[in-house]
């Protein structure tokens, strides 16, 4: 409803007389269109009131799902480098028993000699 709309329906709505009991008394039909006119008017009001509300959550909306896509391509980044540490952790720790086991080998020669 536009504003224009609402301000020329204030009028009646305003007026103690344009009642829905009040209006019924003198058509049925009258005070069931009375009763729609002031729920259109609330509607209208609550919605200027909503709306605003309602795209400000969209838009936290739309961030959230941003960064949580930056979390998932942070936690992936993490992941493959938690693995890079595990491989070159095991490489070194095969490597130090590689290099314990040559070097006993290698006293060991040393002593036969």
Known sequence: ISNQTLRKIEKYTKDPQFTPKTV???SFA???????????K?????FR???PKRN???GAQDKLEAKEKD???ANDELDKVQEMVRQLNEQFESSNTEQATLT????ELSLKL
């Open 24 to 26: 019924e008394k003198v």
């Open 30 to 40: 009258a005070g069931a269109l009375c009763m729609w006119v002031h729920a259109m």
């Open 42 to 46: 609330v509607y209208a009001e609550i």
């Open 49 to 51: 009131e909503v709306e």
């Open 56 to 58: 400000k959550l969209k």
């Open 71 to 73: 979390l998932r391509e």
């Open 104 to 107: 006993k080998t290698a006293q």
